[in-house]
């Protein structure tokens, strides 16, 4: 509290010495004060100097005021010191009047002399100023370029433009507000520094490029009035924040494009893979059932089921696929949406495993789970796919006859689970995207499959917040995934029996 | 019976009508067909078949509203038929009041298993109600409290035997989470599941042969759990 209190002092204490009246004030008195001591000190030495040495003397505190007040005190010095030599040091003493017309030059030689030194100085003194307020704006203008450069994100262009701004000028608070643009809303953001201005906000500055009006830039001003030069830099701050919002949205649409062009590939092929995949299921049951409608041929019972359970497997591989894709579909679109509830993982496992029991005949599937696994918030459905595919794509690539693991531990606030098979070592080029859409390590005419089944997964895992990723292992694969242990921050509740 | 019950069909595919009227006569059932909504509530009053099945996509009334409607004046079993295999539309019919739930592809067997459990259940609920439930080697004896695995008293809590009891009184039905932990806790709008999940577990290591492997308390993913006796 009491250095909040100081602080206030100290910032009210600013403010009041910077009044433009006081300040006035205190430039007059410096100004005659020093001329005073100057006086005082001359007259202490006046023995030892002569009028002239007197003379160029004066000139120095002439020249010290006009370099730190400026041009009127300097002028003001110049007649004040023009005076004060006439009135102490020509004779006679402590009188205007002049007897000597030799001082009488002197007088008037000084008084041109003051005028012209100090008129010499304050411009040069400005010019340097100038260059400094240049430099200065050089120096702000390229620190908001470089900030702006390379952002896309048209809320961090408002953050930046308002930081920069407020770092700038002397504003107490400033806000920059983007206009709405395809599907992105309007964007405010605004900021206060710690100068006190007024309540409401004075000035609104278009952020227009050469085409559309992207926004506007708000300023509550401090004390001080904007002079031209701030004006002006201001201006380029509009100017720069109006282009970094329009080259933004303009990435942005690209991206979008690029995206559609992505997703038309994809399409593309999806479609040759799928149609592939379709075919087969579809040759094979046709196959069977026209066999099974010639009546010239007696079939004998094996081959009758023979042909019907073929017709009954790839039905389900068709049902299958289709609900892949569809899962893809979902996931493509967003709109996977897991209905988490407290499951078990082992219950899951063991219910992926009871249905896929015919495909994974030629493995033997290892199961090492903790007893004291906790519950993991999750959708059954989907996390039964997402094992169906792990375990699908190990029966594939692992030859017949090996071990697939899977285990589970507890780590932190998450449940790791891995999936390990002895498939071949897989080059780490493709371990990055063996979990993109229709990535195929194998030709496809070696093993089959749509390509899908790992990005589903992936889908599927991070729509649980979790993540996913494969290892090379020295005796095999690994599949890794994590599934966050809370639900909605929430570990599950425990019942005690009553 | 002296008659083959009479089983409606609510579905606008002729593929499905075509199949399923031969195979469901083949198997000893007589069969009408309604291509919508509204011919089926007409059929289903007019009729009163024992079984009704029903396909959720209909071109005129959704069949949730069709299963919602049917219930108001009848206790007729209602099997929803559909492609639609989201756990929340799942979820949704049976709690309009549908009695079981099967997925578009289906495999007979199981349409038939169902057929008759609904059958079953409906005849139960004409009056004589069974109290012993069998779900081999486990017996759970409803009037006596008692649950036997081989002939042997199986000990239960008082909410492990409520739970049992429930599912084996809706043998080989499925039941939604929610419905069960309403009639075992009371719990209305709960997301409690967790609950469930632990007493379910306790029960399976109490009665299953192999509780990871279970043969009796069946998960019905994402939708609830059946209590499956041996038929």
């Known amino acids: 509290m009491t250095t909040k209190r100081a602080e206030k002092i100290i910032v009210w204490g600013r403010n009041f010495f910077r009044h433009p009246i006081l300040v006035i004030i205190f430039k007059l008195l410096g100004t005659g004060l020093s001329l005073y001591l100057t006086t005082i000190l001359f007259q202490l030495f006046e023995t030892y100097l002569a009028v002239q040495y007197v003379a160029l003397l004066y000139l120095l505190p002439v020249i010290l005021i006009t370099l730190f007040f400026g041009l009127v005190f300097g002028l003001l010095a110049a007649l004040l010191s023009f005076l004060t030599f006439d009135y102490f040091f020509i004779q006679p003493y402590h009188s205007l009047v002049v007897h000597k017309p030799q001082d009488l030059i002197t007088l008037v030689i000084f008084l041109l002399v003051a005028i012209v030194v100090s008129q010499l100085l304050w411009q040069s003194k400005k010019s340097s100023q100038i260059a400094v307020a240049r430099e200065h704006e050089a120096t702000r203008m390229y620190k908001l370029i470089s900030a702006l450069a390379g952002l896309t994100d048209t809320t961090d262009i408002a953050r930046v433009l308002v930081k920069q701004t407020l770092d700038t000028f002397h504003f107490s608070k400033v806000q920059v507000q983007i206009n709405a643009w395809e599907d992105e809303p309007v964007t405010t953001y605004s900021l206060a520094s710690a100068i006190r201005g007024k309540e409401t906000p004075s000035m609104k500055k278009d952020l227009q490029t050469s085409r559309i009006i992207e926004g506007e830039l708000v300023i509550w001003p401090g004390r001080n009035p904007l002079n031209n030069e701030e004006a002006r830099l201001l201006q380029a701050f509009c100017d720069q924040g109006a282009l970094a919002i329009e080259r933004a949205h303009l990435i942005n649409r690209e991206n979008k494009t690029r995206v559609l062009e992505e997703s038309d590939r994809i399409k593309t092929s999806l479609l040759n893979s799928v149609s592939h995949e379709l075919r087969s299921p579809l040759a094979a049951i046709k196959a069977s059932v026209s066999s099974l409608r010639i009546e010239a041929v007696p079939w004998d019972s094996d081959a009758r089921v023979e042909l019907l359970t073929t017709v009954e497997e790839e039905t389900d591989k068709l049902n299958l696929l289709v609900g892949n894709l569809l899962d893809m579909s979902r996931i493509e679109a967003g709109a996977l949406d897991p209905q988490k509830k407290w499951n078990s993982i082992t219950e899951i496992i063991n219910s992926v495993i009871r249905k896929n029991r015919a495909n994974l005949a030629e493995h033997s599937v290892v199961l090492r789970l903790p007893e004291d696994l906790p519950l993991v918030p999750t959708d059954f459905v989907m996390m039964e796919q997402v094992f169906t595919n792990l375990l699908s794509n190990s029966t594939k690539y692992a030859p017949a006859g090996s071990e697939i693991e899977i285990s589970a531990k507890e780590l932190d606030d998450h449940i790791q689970v891995r999936v390990r098979n002895q498939s071949p070592f897989v080059p780490e080029e493709h371990l990055k995207h063996i979990f993109d859409k229709f990535h195929r390590i194998t030709q496809a005419d070696k093993v089959t499959g749509t390509g899908l089944g790992l990005s589903i997964c992936k889908g599927i895992i991070e729509a649980h917040g979790g993540k996913i990723w494969a290892e090379n292992l020295p005796d095999g694969f690994s599949f890794f995934f994590t599934l966050p242990g809370k639900l909605n921050g929430q570990l599950p509740t425990k019942l005690e029996e009553s | ?231």
């Open chain 2, 1 to 231: 019976m002296d008659r083959d019950p009479l089983i409606l069909l609510v579905d606008d595919e002729p593929q499905i009508q075509r199949a399923l009227k031969t195979i469901l006569v083949a198997n000893h059932f007589r069969i009408i067909t309604a291509v919508n909504g509204e011919q089926g509530l007409a059929l289903a009053a007019a009729q009163s078949p024992d079984v009704i099945i029903l396909d959720l996509t209909l071109p005129d009334i959704d069949g949730f509203e069709v299963c919602g409607q049917i219930r108001e004046w009848s206790s007729v079993p209602i099997i929803i038929l559909s492609v639609r295999d989201n756990e929340r539309d799942k979820v949704t019919a049976l709690d309009k009041g549908a009695d079981d739930y099967l997925t578009k592809p289906f495999g007979i067997e199981e349409l038939l298993a169902r057929i008759r459990v609904a059958l079953r259940h409906s005849h139960q609920a004409l009056g004589n109600k069974e109290t012993i439930i069998t779900a081999d080697p486990i017996v759970v004896d409803l009037a006596r409290h008692l649950v036997t695995n081989n002939g042997e008293e199986v000990k239960l809590t008082a909410t492990e035997f409520k739970l049992l009891a429930y599912l084996a009184a809706h043998s080989d039905r499925v039941l939604t989470h929610q419905t069960i932990m309403n009639y075992v806790w009371g719990f209305v709008e709960s997301d409690h599941i967790e609950y469930l999940r632990v007493y379910i577990n306790q029960l399976r290591k109490k009665i299953e042969t192999n509780p990871d492997d279970p043969k009796i308390l069946i998960t019905d993913p994402g939708i609830g759990y059946r209590f499956k006796t041996s038929e």
